[in-house]
């Protein structure tokens, strides 16, 4: 008998990060379920203040790269994951309790999709509710860019096979992520000018939370230039992201008020004993801001103890005066003084110094995760109901 082989070729994809700072491209090689860095390039960003006026330098820098990569790699990047740095950007966590009304009889792929579309139904006319309420977005302005089911729990035990089992009660958690559909069109246009596929876009938020930490309630902090970003994990779960309008650029501006030197001058030795009334400032009201979103996030739930926090220089200073304050102030409760921790990398030393490497790191365990989801019947179903919904 004869048999005929068959290579079965790696899937290339691109990685784009985006972000005010800098633009980074990542091209990576997809097999045997994991994903391998092969080619990457970085360069100072032409954004400034959420300004992408020059988008089309940054995308024809960006297609320079890549077909660099597909001379030297003699393959065609046709896939695309997106990461960029949009202020309105809106997560919205759902628990969702669904009791079945024939419980006797097993699910199958009809009644699978039904239960999801019930449910993301439920979420996501809560998640409208809610934007509206705090931010004035109507759903007619929200692209939903994520949907995920973190966790399912079928009549109290957690399985998230639901095809051909016969819960009484199923128990879903569900994020859902929404930009503006005008940020929204604004990506088309760099689809329209890369002409690639863009396969998914993951803000940074999303995926730095999805590391590997040890803990299942952690704070997660990044500082970047321009605004704040904070995280909240309970019980290893995306609760709430909210960005706060305080950055690193307010302390280095009220530094060069008083001192001649350079923001490069500035970040290399914040962490000396220098620039002390500036910094002072600048930690007082940074944590005041900080206590005030906890309080607004966590509401009554008790505020984990264990933090990370990213900047893509030092932050030692930070941490320092957050370890010695008292969080127990107005309505926010912590039973712990706070303990910095790290997320486990398995290819990077120092992550404290190299931010870039952290958030093209944190894309590629996203971008496995999603693609080895697409094989999930679950998420089969989610994406019809999806299609049904919209």
């Not at 065609?76 to 997560?91: C, D, H, S, V």
């Not at 103890?305 to 008292?326: A, E």
Request: charged share 30%.
């Amino acid at each position: 008998m004869n048999f005929t082989t068959k290579k079965i070729e790696s899937e290339i994809i691109g990685i784009i990060d985006i972000w005010t700072y800098k633009t980074r491209v990542a091209i990576t090689k997809y097999k045997n379920k994991d994903l391998e860095l092969i080619w990457y390039w970085e360069k100072r960003s032409l954004i400034t203040n959420y300004n992408f006026s020059n988008i089309k330098k940054i995308c024809d820098n960006i297609l320079d790269w890549i077909k660099k990569a597909e001379i030297n790699w003699n393959r065609k990047i046709e896939k695309i994951i997106l990461n960029i740095p949009f202020r309105e950007l809106f997560f919205e966590s759902s628990k969702i309790n669904y009791i079945r009304k024939n419980h006797e009889k097993k699910i199958d792929k009809n009644e699978l999709t039904s239960i999801t579309k019930e449910i993301i139904n439920i979420s996501l006319k809560k998640a409208f509710k809610n934007i509206k309420e705090n931010n004035s977005y109507s759903k007619e302005q929200l692209k939903l860019i994520i949907s995920n089911i973190n966790n399912i729990l079928l009549d109290k035990t957690k399985n998230k096979k639901l095809l051909w089992k016969n819960p009484k009660e199923i128990n879903i958690s569900i994020l859902n992520v929404f930009i503006p559909e005008n940020k929204y069109e604004f990506i088309k246009s760099i689809w329209n000018i890369l002409d690639k596929k863009i396969i998914k876009i993951i803000p940074s938020e999303y995926s730095i939370s999805k590391l590997d930490y040890q803990e299942k309630d952690i704070v997660i902090i990044d500082l970047w230039s321009s605004h704040t970003s904070v995280i909240i994990k309970l019980n290893n779960e995306i609760v709430w992201v909210k960005k706060i309008a305080m950055w690193m650029n307010d302390l280095i501006k009220d530094i060069q008020k008083n001192y001649n030197k350079t923001k490069i001058d500035i970040i290399k030795s914040i962490d000396e004993w220098i620039f002390l009334k500036e910094k002072k400032d600048f930690l007082k009201n940074f944590k005041d801001i900080l206590i005030i979103t906890l309080e607004e996030i966590l509401w009554k739930n008790i505020c984990p103890n264990y933090f990370f926090m990213l900047w893509w220089w030092s932050n030692k200073f930070i941490k320092d005066f957050l370890q010695k304050s008292n969080f127990n102030e107005n309505n926010l409760k912590i039973l712990k003084k706070i303990s910095f921790i790290k997320p486990n990398i398995e290819y990077l030393g120092d992550i404290n110094s190299s931010k870039s490497n952290l958030n093209i790191y944190s894309m590629m365990r996203c971008a496995v995760d999603f693609i080895k989801r697409e094989k999930d019947p679950v998420e089969d179903s989610l994406k019809i109901a999806m299609k049904e919904v919209s």
